[in-house]
Structure formats: C-alpha cells, structure tokens
C-alpha cells in the first residue's frame, strides 16, 4: 500500500513538473484514476484546472501586450511624424530669408515625403478630371491664396493626412498674409521716408530723453549733421550751434524749447537764420507712446527781404531825401532872387539844381533797371568793342565827380576785343571805378585795370587801394540793397543797387562778375567774358 500510494503521489509530482518544466498539462493514466485515493483523484483535477486557467490569463496577457505594443508604435510613429511636421512648419513660419514661394514649395515637399505621397503641390488652381487627385484650399478670410493638390490616400490614411494638410494650409496662408502685410507696410515706410526726404522743411523727431531718433535730408543740412549721426540732446545742440533771437511781436518763452515758431541765427554765419517749432506726435513706426517733433525751416531769405525792405527805408531816407531837399532850397534861393531883381548867383544855382535833379534820375534809373533784371527783361545789343575804349567812356563819366582817381590799364592783344553792349558794360564800369574812388581813405585813389585772355575767356581785373572788404561780406556785396555799412550815420552814401546791378548785365552777357580780397590792400572786382 506504501508503495502504490508513493506512486500516486509520484504521479502529482510528474504533472507540477511537466508545467513547471513547458507549461504543459500532463495528465494521470488509468491506474491512478482508477486506484487513487480520492483526495489525490481531487488534487489532480484541480492542479488541471488551475494549470488551465493560467494558460488562459497569459494568453491574454499575451495578447494584450501585443495590442499595447501595437498601439505604443503607433503612437511614436505618429508623434515622429508630427515631430517631422513642426519642424518643417517652424522652417515656413520663421523669419524668411528666402522668397516665400521657394519656401513653401520647399517645406510642401517635406510633407510630402514625411506623408508618404507621390504628389503635393501648392498650385493656383487644381487640376480637373482627375479622380486621383483631391485639393484643399489655402484661404483667409479675404478669399482663396491657392490649393494644395494631393494624391488621394487610402480610406485608413485618410483623416491623418487631411488632418497633417490642414495644418500646412493654414500655415501657408499664414506666411502668405504676412508677406502681403510687409509688402504693404514696406511700401507704406518707403512713401513715408520718400515723402519726409523730399520735404523742403526739416523734420525732427525727438526720444524721451531728448536725443534725435529720426531726422529727414532738410534737417540734416540745416542742422549740419550726416545721417546716422545722433544726438544726444536736441535741445542743448540747437542752442550750441544756434542763438535764440527775441522778436518785439512774438511771444517767445525761454523756459520752454518747443514753445514756437522760434527763431534762431547761427552763431557762426550771421546770415543764416532758421525757424523751429514744436509739435506732438501721438504715435510713431516702433515707439511706443507720444514723442515730441520739431518742424525747422530755412527762413534766411524771408530775414533778407526783411532786411532789404528795412534798408530800402534807409535808402530813401539818405538818398532821396538830400536832392530833394537841397532842390527845395536852391528852388527858393533862386525864387527870393528873383524877387529881389538880383540874379547873379542864378547860374550857379540852375547848374546845382540840374546835378541833384541827374542825381534823381540815375536813382530812378537805377530801380528801373533792378526792375528789368528782376523780370528778364533787360535788353543788350552786344557787338564787338575795344576794353580801351569802354574804359576811356567810363572814365570821363567816373572823373567828373571824383576827378582824383587815378586808372592804369593794360591790355594784352589777345584781350582787347570784346563782344558786348558798350552801354552797359560801360555803366558797369562806371560802376567799379566809383566804387574804387567812393570807399577810398587814401589821398591818391588808384585802380589798376588788366584785361587778360585765360581759357576761353577775358577776364577783366580792376584792383584798387580802397578800404577793402572782409571776407564775409564778399559774396553778398552783389545782392540788391546790401551794403557792409547800413546804419543811419554811415559816412558813404550810395543806394546798394550798383553791383547788383552790374551782375544782372554780366548775366544778360553770358558772363560773370565777383569779388576777391588784394592782397596790397583793397578789393580786386573781376569780370569774365567769352570769347
């Protein structure tokens, strides 16, 4: 019996390790289900059953760790792609550096591969009649941009790829409403920048703290600086390069800068004026918040006139005022003479009374011709005349007032025949030579004439020994009523009209004339004429 029920046991024993050994369910022979005991009959069915039921929960095990691993791999392989995606979408959407379409025709490609299509194309219209083709529009709001047209792909493939398209066509239109937005913000800055260079005013904008953020090709000139040049108070370089001039009707504030319109002179040339004023801008391209601006105008030209409507007082006070009044008395010496039956002074008088009245004349004479080149219509008749000759006239004219002045002329033979209006060039020789003798302190005026052949030209020279004129004011001596001294007790009289006169006729004869400091003292005045 113990040896049987040792074989029984055996038997149990054979089963546990047959699973043990390959998971295999072993089962008892006959012998054992016909002799066991019942309990060891029970064990053995149960072990069965229990061996059993593990089979089945690792296969299912089994199978849901498939089911796992499957879905595992398809998630990584969607996440790669959309890795893949973005990456070519983060291409599209940075900051361009090559045209747009050559980037999205680039970054379409990219999808297409990452897809797995055999065609994508961004196109403007999609092809018709082709069933294996879909399209999908790029669209805003404000209409189509185009299509993507694209193989169709299986009905599994299906939403991925409309759902990875969809993405691309929005960033398309994306990239093409923002190179739409620059083009048309750049063309705007470009009007904008064209509009402010071409401007005959100067624009300033001024910073926070007071420093220059933007200044158009007026200011730059008026302000004398090149562009890119900066700034770091506005306010304090105005004032360093310029002075503040207070007007007797207008209300200027020195406390505060942009209080205008303002006026300032250069403090390095004398005759050059400007106007700031100040004005408020609300919002400006890249600045965040109201900036303040300053509109500078050239206003030298409106001082001259000012200026020259002030000297024309000046001028007629001193000029017209002593001939009428010296014709006034002479006219009632001669009348009490009359009267009185003695009229032995009468001949003196009616030569006085005759040289004030020419004296009136060649100043009225004066404005019609400053009228006349003012209007272009002074009128020469050049021919050919001998600069001794001119010289000779001009003269006789010169010596009847100022009798003291002694003229040299040299002429080279290739310099002695000239094409010109002898009246004129000779009214402008009158002109220098009086000059010479007019602003002369020296007992013995002189005027050295030189006519010489340079170039094509013949160039005229009258040096003299007057007091000169200073650097500064030789180019504006040829400005009409401009005169180096124009106060009320200035010593020399003279309108202001003759060189400006004088440049009208060298202009009207297709030539030039100016002024240059001698280095001996005085002023050289030199005219050129073509040949």
């Known amino acids: ?11 149990l024993i054979d089963q546990i390790n047959a699973f043990k050994k390959d998971g295999s369910i072993k089962k008892p022979d006959r012998s054992f289900l016909a002799n066991a005991p019942i309990e060891l009959k029970l064990l053995s069915i149960q072990f069965e059953k229990l061996v059993r039921q593990v089979q089945s929960t690792q ?24 890795n893949q995606e973005l990456r070519a979408l983060q291409f599209l959407l940075a900051p361009l550096q090559d045209e747009p379409h050559v980037v999205i025709k680039r970054t379409v490609e990219s999808f297409r591969l990452i897809l797995g299509l055999n065609q994508l194309d961004f196109v403007d219209e999609p092809e018709r009649g082709r069933q294996d083709l879909a399209s999908l529009p790029v669209k805003l709001s404000t209409g189509v941009l185009g299509y993507l047209s694209f193989e169709r792909p299986d ?39 064209a509009l402010l260079e071409s401007m005959t ?18 200011a730059r000139e008026i302000l004398s600086i090149a562009p890119g040049d900066g700034i770091a108070k506005v306010e304090n370089y105005i004032e360093e390069h310029f002075r503040k ?48 601006g300053l509109l500078l105008r050239d206003i030298s030209e409106e001082v001259s006139m000012e200026r020259m409507k002030r000297n024309l007082i000046s001028v007629v006070a ?78 006789k004219s010169v010596h009847l007032h100022f009798p003291h002045l002694e003229v040299s002329l040299k002429v080279e033979p290739e310099a002695e025949c000239v094409l010109a209006d002898k009246d004129r060039m000779t009214q402008v020789f009158v002109n220098i030579l009086e000059n010479a003798a007019r602003y002369n302190d020296k007992e013995k005026p002189t005027c050295n004439v030189r006519s010489e052949k340079i170039d094509d030209s013949v160039v005229i020279s009258f040096s003299d020994n007057s007091i000169g004129v200073s650097e500064k004011h030789l180019s504006k001596i040829f ?53």
């Not at 296969?59 to 959309?82: A, C, G």
């Not at 300033?204 to 158009?216: A, C, M, P």
Request: with cysteine.
């Open 1 to 11: 019996m113990g040896f049987r029920l040792t074989n029984y046991v055996q038997t």
């Open 59 to 82: 296969k299912k095990l089994e199978e849901s760790n498939l089911d796992l691993t499957h879905q595992v791999n398809l998630r990584t392989r969607t996440l790669n792609q959309r």
């Open 155 to 193: 009905y599994t493939q299906e939403n991925r790829v409309n759902t990875s398209l969809q993405r691309l066509a929005n960033s398309i239109a994306i990239v093409l409403e923002n190179k739409e937005m620059f083009s048309s913000v750049k063309a705007s800055q470009s009007r904008f920048n």
């Open 201 to 218: 005013e100067g624009v300033v904008l001024i910073g926070k703290t007071g420093s220059l953020l933007y200044s158009n090709k007026t």
């Open 245 to 292: 001039v207070y007007l007797a009707d207008s209300p200027n504030n020195p406390q505060d800068f942009f209080a205008g319109p303002t006026r300032y002179v250069s403090k390095v040339d004398s005759d050059f004026f400007i106007e700031a004023s100040g004005f408020l801008v609300p919002e400006f391209h890249g600045y965040v918040g109201p900036r303040m």
């Open 318 to 395: 001193h000029e017209l005022k002593t001939p009428v009044t010296t014709l006034r008395l002479q006219s009632e010496t001669l009348q009490r003479q009359i009267r009185s039956g003695k009229l032995s002074d009468s001949q003196q008088l009616l030569t006085e009374m005759l040289e004030e009245s020419e004296r009136l004349q060649n100043l009225i004479c004066d404005w019609l011709d400053v009228s006349r080149l003012e209007a272009g219509s002074l009128v020469i008749k050049p021919k050919v005349q001998t600069v001794t000759a001119i010289l000779n006239k001009a003269m």
């Open 479 to 531: 400005d009409s009523f401009y005169q180096v001294d124009m106060g009320s007790g200035r010593k020399v009289g003279g309108t202001g009209l003759g060189l400006s006169i004088c440049r009208g006729i060298m202009a009207a004869h297709g030539g030039k004339i100016w002024a240059e400091q001698n280095s001996k003292g005085g002023t050289v005045f030199k005219i050129s004429l073509s040949l």
